[in-house]
Each structure stands twice: as structure tokens, then as C-alpha cells.
């Protein structure tokens, strides 16, 4: 591996041309170590050119791509694919080996020996949720949706740092699609990978991704989380694409009740911020929300802690709403205030927690 973890990854004025016509247009992104990249955008608009530029399948005219700082031209092409999972739509999986062959491949190129490559194979298999004994079939004898586990599978055999997908689940019907969708989001979670997946697909972009790239005609137009892509959309094509009228509806008919965190996890009654500290320590927070006699005093971070010198100095002034206020206008005053939570109160008692984010994606 050139890289046991991915701290950024930056594309810098990346252009690619083909004769007179511009596929990727100056697209400057940076890609965040351990964050889930989409990359979303009309059919041609460069989506598939923009994720090749990072493991140089795809060579751009102008600009550079850096990963932890280092250009990638820098490196060894070869060693940099394998420090690369690379998952596509047709999965390409060779018919005549089998589904352990397809997936040990890199192994046996790096020269693994073949008990190391077994325990690798089945423990690949387990994490993709296939039965060990699919070892031995050959990729016809599989479904679509099995086909593209063993995609996934041989993608991580290395244990790369950094995945790039490019619509893995597109071709998959909807229903089987939603689950790998959801067996991904588990294999992500506990994986902890740098990923940049491409999908035309704005409902799995919102299920999947941590911030959202949208391009089209081979720009960049904005990128963002999805709460901000919702409420701050660059122009009317993101508007149109992230359906931020139909997310309105649905916020206007909703109520800060019905999609509230419950707050008692978070409630602390306490004088000073050593016992703050030591009830985060306890209760394994970095947050909390401290009451004196059942009314809420204010919001406190482990951050806001470590720094004070008294319990009052680390207080902050949360925004307040009431459980019958709608989403639509939590939201816009959230985001006026540049607030990313709020505390729910009956009258001084906190019963919940609001965050943006998670409205927006709990709407979706
Ligand atoms: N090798 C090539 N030669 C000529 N034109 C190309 C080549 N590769 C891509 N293009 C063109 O560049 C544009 C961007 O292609 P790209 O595959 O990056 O789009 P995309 O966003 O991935 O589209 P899709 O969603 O359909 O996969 C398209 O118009 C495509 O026809
Ligand atoms: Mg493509």
C-alpha cells in the first residue's frame, strides 16, 4: 500500500478533454480523509472521467490530483491502482475463474500465500454476506446483486485505504438495490474507508453520502452536506435535483416532535465541569445537556470543557424550539443562526434534540 490511510485527497483545476470537447471542466475538490464523497450529475457531465483522474485510468490535460499532499503522478501507477479499491457498474469479474480466483486475484499478484489467501477470501465473503461455499461457483452461476458483493469483495481483498465506486448498484433492480444499499452502509460503517461514489441516484446520494459533489456539463456546481445542498442550493438545477420544494412540503406538515432525538441520553444535572467530565467519561459523550432542577441551563462539549476554566465560561445558549413547531421554519431559523442543533423545550424542561442534518435525511 503507498498509503495505510487517506488524510485528503485534492483535485486541483482538473481538466480533460477530448479533441474539441471538454468532458471535465477546471473542477477543484477536495475529498475528505474517512468521508463518503458522492458524486452526482446527468449522464455525461463527467462524473466517470472526474473519479478516474484519482487512479490515473484517466490522465487530465490540465490541473493536478493530490492524495495526502503528494501528486499522484508521483507514484507508481500500478502500486497506486492496488492502494485503490475500484468497484464499477459491470462489475468485470472474470467468467472463467471462479468467485474465489476473482477475488483473491490481487492477493495472489502481491504474492499472499494461499492459507493467507483463503482466510482473506472467507472473510471477505462473510463481511459481504455471501456463503463461504460461493467460493467455488463461477460468476454465471451467480445473480446481479451477488455478482456485484464479489465486485465489492475483491475491491477491498488489499485492504485499501480508499475506494472509488462508480454506480456499483446501478444496474441492479430497485428493490435489490435498497439492499445493498443498506448492506453497504453497514460495510461503511465498519470499515471506516475514504470513498468517492458516483450514482445517479439523489435518494441513494442522501442515504449514502456524507457531502454531495453535483456536476454537470463537466463542472463542479456546488458541493456539500445534504442539509446544505436543501437549504442553500447554488442554482435551480440543484434545487430541481435535491427536490428542495418536495422537502419543504414534507417540513411544513412535520413538527419538531416528530423527528426529534430523545434528550434524556444527554441530560446532566451538575455544579462543575469536573463532574461533567467525569459523567462524559462515565456515559462515553462529548456532549450534554446540563438542567438545574428539571429546566434547562444550557449545552455543553467536551471541546467547550477542556477549555474553561469554570462551568458558566463552557455554557452555550442553545436554540430553543417548541415540540409543535414545524420543521420548515426550525430549519430555516437553525440555519439563519448557523446553528446545526436545537433543543427541543416544553415550557424550561429539554425533551429533545434537533439536528439539521438528520431532519434532512430522515425526509429523504
Ligand atoms: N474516451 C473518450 N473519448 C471521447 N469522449 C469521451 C471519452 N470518455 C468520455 N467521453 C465523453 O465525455 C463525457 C463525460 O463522460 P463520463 O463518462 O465522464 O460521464 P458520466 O457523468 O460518467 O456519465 P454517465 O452517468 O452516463 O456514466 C461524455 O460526453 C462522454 O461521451
Ligand atoms: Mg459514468
New binding site residues.
Given amino acids: 500500500m503507498l498509503f495505510n490511510r487517506i488524510d485528503s485527497i485534492e483535485l486541483r483545476g482538473v481538466t480533460?478533454r477530448?479533441?474539441d470537447?471538454v468532458?471535465?471542466d477546471h473542477v477543484d475538490l477536495e475529498v475528505i480523509g474517512g468521508e463518503l464523497l458522492i458524486?452526482i450529475?446527468?449522464?455525461?457531465?463527467?462524473?466517470?472521467?472526474?473519479?478516474?483522474t484519482i487512479n490515473r485510468l484517466?490522465e487530465p490535460d490540465e490541473g493536478e490530483v493530490f492524495i495526502n499532499g503528494r501528486n499522484v503522478r508521483e507514484f507508481d501507477v500500478v502500486k497506486l491502482r492496488r492502494s485503490i479499491g475500484y468497484v464499477i457498474q459491470q462489475i468485470g469479474l472474470f467468467p472463467h475463474m471462479t468467485v474465489k480466483e476473482n477475488i483473491a486475484l490481487l492477493m495472489r499478484l502481491e504474492g499472499w500465500d494461499e492459507e493467507e489467501m483463503e482466510k482473506r477470501v472467507e472473510e471477505l465473503l462473510d463481511l459481504v454476506a455471501l456463503p463461504r461455499e460461493f467460493a467455488e461457483r463461477y460468476p454465471h452461476h451467480l445473480s446481479g446483486g451477488q455478482q456485484q458483493r464479489v465486485g465489492l469483495a475483491r475491491a477491498l481483498a488489499l485492504n485499501p485505504p480508499l475506494l472509488l465506486m462508480?454506480?456499483p448498484f446501478g444496474a441492479l433492480d430497485p428493490i435489490l438495490r435498497r439492499q445493498l444499499q443498506e448492506e453497504f452502509a453497514r460495510i461503511k460503517a465498519a470499515l471506516g474507508r475514504t470513498i468517492v461514489f458516483?450514482t445517479?441516484d439523489i435518494e441513494e446520494a442522501f442515504k449514502l453520502g456524507d457531502r454531495i459533489a453535483i456536476?454537470r456539463d463537466?463542472k463542479l456546481i456546488q458541493v456539500g452536506y445534504p442539509d446544505e445542498l436543501v437549504l442553500n442550493p447554488a442554482d435551480e438545477f440543484v434545487a430541481k435535483l435535491v427536490n428542495a420544494d418536495k422537502k419543504f412540503k414534507h417540513l411544513d406538515t412535520l413538527k419538531a416532535r416528530d423527528i426529534m432525538i430523545d434528550v434524556e441520553p444527554y441530560l446532566v444535572e451538575a455544579e462543575s465541569v469536573e463532574a461533567v467530565l467525569e459523567w462524559m467519561r462515565e456515559n462515553d459523550r462529548e456532549f450534554a445537556v446540563l438542567t438545574k432542577n428539571g429546566a434547562l441551563v444550557g449545552t455543553v462539549t467536551l471541546s467547550s470543557l477542556l477549555k474553561a476554566g469554570t462551568l458558566e465560561e463552557a455554557i452555550d445558549e442553545p436554540l430553543r424550539l417548541s415540540p409543535d413547531d414545524s420543521l420548515a421554519s426550525a430549519l430555516s431559523e437553525m440555519k439563519a443562526k448557523g446553528e446545526f442543533m436545537a433543543l427541543v423545550v416544553e415550557g424550561e424542561r429539554p425533551v429533545g434534540v434537533l439536528l439539521a442534518s438528520e431532519v434532512l435525511l430522515r425526509l429523504v
Fill in positions: 480533460k477530448y479533441g470537447f468532458a471535465v458524486l450529475g446527468p449522464s455525461g457531465s463527467g462524473k466517470t472521467t472526474l473519479l478516474r484517466v462508480d454506480e458516483v445517479h456536476m463537466g
